[in-house]
């Protein structure tokens, strides 16, 4: 698996309007982007700190996974997204090591990224994300 970087950190919280400002005002982040993902029921803000990107994911229906994270486990980081040149590759190498699969195939995701996630059963405690920039 060639992972890159680390994409980002997704963080669920209850509100967007609301968490911004301590992103901003507190920490000195810039919010660049703030983006709906119908697919996924959730709405994202995303902040750079050098390579890396912080994504608030903030729940747009009670039935979104954002919603059922925050009612079992309460605002907080919810996934590591790592970049690779190989989402479905990477896919198939991690299931040929034993490791639980969510995503069998790449979907969409924010920022017009591919993206797949592995169980985090097997990523001991992790929801790891793999991501990678469409080829154009």
């Not at 309460?74 to 040929?96: K, Q, W």
């Not at 920022?111 to 469409?134: R, V």
């Amino acid at each position: 698996m060639n992972i890159t970087h680390i994409e980002h950190l997704g963080i669920a919280v209850k509100s967007i309007d609301e968490a911004i400002p301590y992103f901003e005002n507190v920490l000195g982040l810039k919010c660049y982007a703030v983006e709906e993902v119908p697919s996924q029921k959730v709405k994202t803000a995303f902040f750079k700190v050098g390579q890396t990107k912080l994504e608030l994911l903030e729940p747009t229906a009670d039935d979104s996974p954002i919603a059922g994270f925050l009612e079992k486990r309460g605002e907080g980081i919810h996934h590591l997204a790592f970049a690779t040149d190989g989402v479905a590759d990477a896919l198939a190498e991690a299931e040929s090591k034993g490791i639980r699969l969510i995503d069998h195939a790449p979907r969409g995701g924010a920022e017009g990224l591919n993206i797949a996630f592995l169980h985090p059963k097997s990523c001991h405690g992790i929801l790891t994300e793999l991501c990678e920039k469409p080829k154009k």
